[in-house]
Each structure stands twice: as structure tokens, then as C-alpha cells.
């Protein structure tokens, strides 16, 4: 609630992969590309980490660059910056307390190919799935890595075909 009242960081991104678990699939990628890109320069970066312990060697790597942070998961300044990035790149979901703000930018990365049952595929799929159907809805982009992916796990087992009405 804290972070709501605070104005929304622009150019400030939150990039968040597995829960905390490192930079690592797409949201690595973007994030290294954007830092690299000269036009971009402005932008500020923030890492979740599901603790700041671990990752020593990433955060290293980036230690002199006033660019880029790093947040443990679920603290406090993790919070704040989910409430106040105007970026949020994501290759899973957010906790259920996530609620984005107008302004705000997500990007939904998600991992993989889905080689499983998901979403309203499984025994209890509405109540098991509920948080990353809330994830899918309230991003403004959905990545897909190819039309199975979009057929199979966007539009069957999520039931998000129509969804969108956009252009």
C-alpha cells in the first residue's frame, strides 16, 4: 500500500526470473541487451534475487555500474520496486499480492515450451492456476516462443483465446 502512494520510477525496470533464482532466461537477455543498447542509457535496472546472499558473482558483475540493484524477494524494497518500476519483465509470476499500477509496463516472459499439463488442464486447474492467469491478464505483453506455445498453453490451457481485443 506503501508503494501505491508513491509516484511510479520512470525508466526504471524490475526484472524478476524463477522466483528470485538468478538473471537467467529471458528477462537475462533483455536485461543485457537493454544495458547494452546506447539509446537506452537512462534506464535503471533492478534485479530480484531470492536472497542476496546467493548470486554473489552476479552481483559482482554489476557492483560499478549505478545502473544496476539487486532486491531480495518478498522484502520490503522488493515491494516498493514492484510498486513503483514503470518496467516489470517477468518469465513466471508475481505473488499474489502483486496488483499493477496504471502506468506500469509488464512484460510476460514465461519459460519454455509447455510439455505438461497447465492451467485448466490440471484436476484443479482455476483454483491451482488462479495466480498466473491474474499474472497473464494483467501483463500487457505475453511473450511466446512459437504457436505451440501460444495455442497449447495461452489460448487452450488458460483459456485466453479472445482475450485480448486489441490491435
Keep these: 500500500?506503501?508503494?501505491?502512494?508513491?509516484?511510479?520510477?520512470?525508466?526504471?525496470?524490475?526484472?524478476?526470473s524463477f522466483a528470485g533464482n538468478g538473471a537467467l532466461c529471458n528477462p537475462e537477455a533483455i536485461f543485457r541487451e537493454v544495458l547494452r543498447s546506447p539509446d537506452l542509457?537512462?534506464?535503471?535496472?533492478?534485479?530480484?534475487?531470492?536472497?542476496l546472499r546467493r548470486h554473489l558473482e552476479l552481483q559482482a558483475?554489476?557492483?560499478?555500474?549505478?545502473?544496476?540493484?539487486?532486491?531480495?524477494?518478498?522484502?520490503?524494497?522488493?515491494?516498493?520496486?514492484?510498486?513503483t518500476s514503470q518496467y516489470l519483465v517477468n518469465n513466471a509470476?508475481?505473488?499474489?499480492?502483486?496488483?499493477?499500477?496504471?502506468?506500469?509496463?509488464?512484460?510476460?516472459?514465461w519459460h519454455g515450451t509447455p510439455l505438461k499439463r497447465m492451467g485448466y488442464d490440471l484436476p484443479d486447474g482455476a483454483l491451482d492456476s488462479a495466480n498466473t492467469l491474474r499474472n497473464f491478464l494483467a501483463a500487457d505483453f505475453l511473450l511466446s516462443q512459437n504457436t505451440f506455445t501460444t495455442e497449447q498453453m495461452y489460448e487452450k490451457a488458460y483459456k485466453l483465446r479472445g482475450a485480448y481485443r486489441g490491435v
Design 1 to 16: 500500500a506503501f508503494a501505491r502512494r508513491v509516484r511510479l520510477r520512470q525508466g526504471t525496470v524490475l526484472y524478476e
Design 41 to 51: 542509457a537512462e534506464f535503471r535496472h533492478i534485479w530480484v534475487l531470492d536472497s
Design 61 to 83: 558483475e554489476f557492483a560499478g555500474d549505478p545502473r544496476v540493484r539487486f532486491v531480495r524477494r518478498r522484502s520490503f524494497a522488493y515491494f516498493r520496486a514492484l510498486g
Design 93 to 109: 509470476t508475481f505473488p499474489a499480492e502483486f496488483s499493477k499500477r496504471s502506468g506500469q509496463v509488464y512484460l510476460n516472459t
